[in-house]
């Protein structure tokens, strides 16, 4: 199983989430790279010494920020990651997943990218983004779409009756 610096994933994910549609600068990336070092849990069983302690507590239902924001010089384990952001209330972690085929089953299942909260899920294999774009099938005329994040997310704007989505499917870009 394969190691990364921190800072090398960080980079990445602020490039493809936060980053995304703004005109990057060293400031921009400095204070999303402190902004992710401060709020990011990481989950898995090669990374538990990464967790924040403070979301460990099953009293507690909300996310918490770490109280000693990590610094990027830590080394993250996994060759399967995903960066997963629910922007509403602010969870953010990386999670780390044993195979393709799991990752593939966080993206596409009823807590992935098609749900509502979702904001952002940025799969990370080998150290690397890996794109990739998601059909369903419609449950009320059986044909196939292209899941689009925005367009299907936008309430009230978006008529949900007019769709079910079922059937998700994960098709890789690179």
Excluded: C
Excluded at 88 to 109: P, R, Y
Excluded at 131 to 153: S, W
């Amino acid at each position: 199983m394969n190691q990364y610096k921190l800072s090398d994933i960080a980079i990445q994910i602020a490039i493809h989430s936060f980053l995304k549609e703004t005109k990057q600068s060293d400031e921009h990336m400095k204070q999303t790279l402190a902004y992710l070092y401060k709020t990011i849990d990481i989950i898995g069983t090669n990374n538990s010494a990464l967790r924040n302690p403070l979301n460990l507590d099953e009293s507690v239902f909300y996310f918490r920020d770490r109280e000693n924001p990590l610094t990027g010089q830590e080394i993250i384990t996994g060759d399967y990651l995903i960066f997963d952001y629910i922007g509403h209330n602010g969870d953010m972690f990386i999670k780390q997943f044993n195979s393709i085929d799991e990752l593939e089953e966080e993206i596409t299942g009823s807590g992935g990218i098609t749900n509502t909260f979702t904001t952002y899920q940025i799969a990370i294999v080998m150290g690397k983004v890996r794109h990739y774009n998601i059909t369903f099938t419609n449950g009320n005329d059986g044909q196939e779409y292209n899941f689009v994040k925005d367009v299907h997310d936008a309430l009230p704007e978006y008529n949900y009756e007019e769709e079910i989505i079922t059937n998700v499917k994960i098709h890789w870009l690179d």
